[in-house]
Nanobody, 121 residues
Framework: QVQLVESGGTTVQAGGSLRLSCAASGRNFENAVLAWFRQKPGKEREFVAA?????NYATSVKGRFTISRDDGKSTVYLQMNSLKPEDTATYYC?????????????????WGQGTQVAVSS
């Protein structure tokens, strides 16, 4: 079964750090673009970061979040530092094997179930 499973979401105070993980399984993901999106309460899902040969970040997280991947473990991480209350959201991992715009949600073929992050002020 091909799947992505996120973990690491929790409640953290503003200014704190958190690392999310996404474990990919069921096929070879070495040639896939792996990305993070998030959905804030009452809002549409939005791009956060993507990684495949190069990295791409949303402006709102640039300099605070870092995406990385371990192909040996088929895992992608999102290190989140200097967290703000506005980072509160459900964070989703996504994978794409043929893509031309890494920020576009519709380009991704596979999604995880999401992990919730709450940042308290």
């Amino acid at each position: 079964q091909v799947q992505l499973v996120e973990s690491g979401g929790t409640t953290v105070q503003a200014g704190g750090s958190l690392r999310l993980s996404c474990a990919a399984s069921g096929r070879n993901f070495e040639n896939a673009v792996l990305a993070w999106f998030r959905q804030k309460p009452g809002k549409e899902r939005e791009f956060v970061a993507a990684e495949k040969d190069y990295v791409n970040y949303a402006t709102s997280v640039k300099g605070r979040f870092t995406i990385s991947r371990d192909d040996g473990k088929s895992t992608v991480y999102l290190q989140m530092n200097s967290l703000k209350p506005e980072d509160t959201a459900t964070y989703y991992c996504a994978a794409a094997f043929s893509i031309w715009d890494v920020t576009r949600e519709s380009q991704y073929e596979l999604w995880g179930q999401g992990t919730q992050v709450a940042v308290s002020s």
